[in-house]
C-alpha cells in the first residue's frame, strides 16, 4: 500500500528515542524529508547518522529543541519550514513520565508542572507554532496538513502511583480534539494514537526492566515499530477522512468487560 508520503517533510518531536525515533525511520523508508526535533543533541546526530543508510530516504535535519520552551520550538519550527520549503506533517512523540510509584501526596508540585509543562504544553506549542504551515500544505497538497500526537492508553485508564502522568495523558487526548475541531476549516487534520506499554528506554527505566524481561511480564508489550505503523497511517492521505480521533493500540484491554466470565 502506497502512502503517498515519499517527497513529503515531516516533523517529529522526541525523534531521538523511543517511539520518536521509530516514526523517523519509518517515515524514511516511505521516503519523506524529515525534520528531527529533540533536546539531545547526541542521540539526534545518531539517528541522522542512521538515516542516512536507509534506502530511499529523504534529506534530514536536526534542530535542538526544548518541547515546554516556546522561543526553542517557535525556532525550530521556523528554521525546519524554512530548510524544506514547509512542512506536510507533524508528529508529536515528546514526552516524559514522571515520578513512577509514588502516591498523590508525595508527588512534588515542580514534578507535577514538569509532567504538564513536556506531555502537554509541548504539544500545544508544538501545534501552535506548526499550524500556518500546515494550513498552507493541506491547502497546496491533497492529504497534506496532518497532525498526530503521542497519548496513551492512559489517557482513558488510570493505573496507581501515576498522577501526574495519567492526568497529562487524558489532556493530551482532549488537546487532540480540540485542534481538529479548532483547524478542521484549513483541511487540517489531527489525531492521536494511544499505545499501552511500550518497549521504550522510559518504560524500561520505570519499571526497572530490561527489553528481555520487560516482554516476558505477563501483560501484552509492544514495539515502538508497531505504534509507528499507526503514526504513518495517521499522518499519511490514506487517512484523508480521519479527523479527531484517537488510536488505542492496547490488546483490546478497553473493550473487555468487568463481568467475571
Do not use: W
Amino acid at each position: 500500500m502506497d502512502l503517498g508520503l515519499a517527497g513529503r517533510t515531516v516533523l517529529v518531536s522526541g525523534a531521538a528515542s523511543g517511539i520518536g525515533r521509530a516514526c523517523a525511520l519509518a517515515f524514511a523508508r516511505e521516503g519523506a524529508r524529515l525534520a528531527l526535533l529533540d533536546i539531545d543533541d547526541d542521540a539526534g546526530a545518531a539517528l541522522q547518522r542512521e538515516l542516512a543508510g536507509v534506502p530511499g530516504a529523504g534529506a534530514s535535519r536536526f534542530f535542538r529543541a526544548d518541547v515546554s520552551d516556546e522561543a526553542t520550538v517557535s525556532g525550530a519550527v521556523r528554521d525546519a519550514a524554512a530548510a524544506f520549503g514547509g512542512i506536510d506533517a507533524v508528529v508529536g512523540c515528546a514526552g516524559i513520565s514522571g515520578p513512577v510509584g509514588l502516591g498523590v501526596e508525595d508527588v512534588a508540585l515542580s514534578d507535577f508542572r514538569r509532567v504538564m509543562e513536556v506531555n502537554v504544553t509541548g504539544q500545544f506549542l508544538l501545534a501552535k507554532h506548526c499550524a500556518p504551515f500546515l494550513r498552507v500544505a493541506a491547502g497546496s497538497s491533497p492529504g497534506a496538513g496532518a497532525m498526530v500526537l503521542l497519548a496513551s492508553d492512559s489517557s482513558f485508564v488510570a493505573a496507581p502511583g501515576m498522577v501526574p502522568y495519567n492526568a497529562s495523558k487524558g489532556a493530551v487526548l482532549q488537546l487532540t480534539r480540540a485542534l481538529s475541531v479548532e483547524l478542521a476549516a484549513d483541511g487540517v487534520r489531527v489525531n492521536c494514537v494511544c499505545p499501552s506499554v511500550v518497549d521504550t528506554p522510559m518504560a524500561r527505566t520505570d519499571l526497572g526492566e530490561t527489553s528481555e524481561s520487560l516482554n516476558a511480564r505477563d501483560f501484552p508489550v509492544q514495539s515502538p515499530e508497531q505504534v509507528a505503523n499507526h503514526v504513518l497511517y495517521l499522518a499519511s492521505p490514506a487517512s484523508a477522512p480521519v479527523n479527531g480521533t484517537s488510536l488505542v493500540s492496547d490488546f483490546g484491554y478497553l473493550a473487555r468487560s468487568s463481568f467475571p466470565a
